[in-house]
């Protein structure tokens, strides 16, 4: 993927989940290197999948309504599911996708329904 494509998406992304990016080495298809986040980042990231993964991990999200998603903002919160951006380099979709998915696939499995929602495979 392009960088400017990247840049161009990211506050697309960033906008439609409230949430920023990710830093360590990302595989986007296979052998080729994604974006790499600062560790902070990756850290931020981490420890906001594992505060949310006990209310996200159970909802299916191709079948629940907007009601049912919407209300899981406050539980989130709740929980403890609160995101500093502020450490994260601004990504496009597609690499913010890939950073969270492979932090969550280390850290809080159960969030990928919610990443893969969040962030689209369009």
């Known amino acids: 993927m392009r960088r400017s494509a990247f840049l161009a998406l990211t506050g697309l992304a960033v906008a439609a989940t409230g949430c920023g990016t990710v830093t360590s080495t990302v595989f986007t298809q296979v052998g080729e290197a994604g974006v790499a986040l600062p560790a902070e980042c990756a850290a931020e990231i981490g420890d906001f999948l594992v505060a949310i993964e006990p209310v996200v991990s159970n909802v299916d999200f191709e079948m629940a309504t907007e009601e049912e998603i ?5 539980a989130m919160e709740a929980a403890g599911g609160t995101f500093d951006p502020e450490p994260c380099p601004d990504l496009d979709v597609d690499e913010a996708r890939a950073a969270w998915l492979e932090i969550a696939a280390e850290r809080a499995p159960g969030t990928r329904g919610y990443i893969e929602y969040t962030y689209p495979d369009d």
């Open 70 to 74: 919407s209300s899981l903002g406050g």
